[in-house]
């Protein structure tokens, strides 16, 4: 792979690391609030959901830095389409601007990578 594909499969997965943090660790503080647009009520409630959430942003954290470290072009592609896909339901289900956050970057490091 590119040192370009490399750079930008870093780049999406120091995004989903920050995602882990702002989702397990900083949901219910006011970081957390002011990105997620929620009230202290509704962080609350939902904060054993944002932990899962953030968990899984981990996971797709790590198969993205494996890809690095090992070089794994079919890894990067699996991983970069799962970022694509849940940008794509995020944006369906949530809020358009995920997939500005989430998918635009790995759009970008895919095609890094296919090319």
Excluded: D
Excluded at 2 to 31: C, D, K, Q
């Amino acid at each position: 792979m590119s040192m370009i594909a490399l750079v930008l499969i870093g780049v999406v997965g120091l995004l989903h690391l920050y995602f882990l943090v702002l989702e397990m660790f900083l949901w219910t503080r006011p970081l957390g609030l002011k990105t997620f647009r929620n009230t202290p009520e509704k962080a609350e409630t939902t904060r054993v959901l944002a932990a899962n959430q953030g968990l899984y942003n981990g996971f797709l954290a790590a198969g993205l830095f494996y890809a690095i470290a090992t070089g794994s072009r079919e890894f990067a592609l699996f991983f970069l389409a799962c970022v694509i896909i849940a940008a794509l339901y995020g944006a369906y289900s949530v809020n358009k601007r995920i997939f500005v956050v989430q998918g635009v970057p790995a759009l970008a490091a895919l095609a890094a990578v296919l090319l």
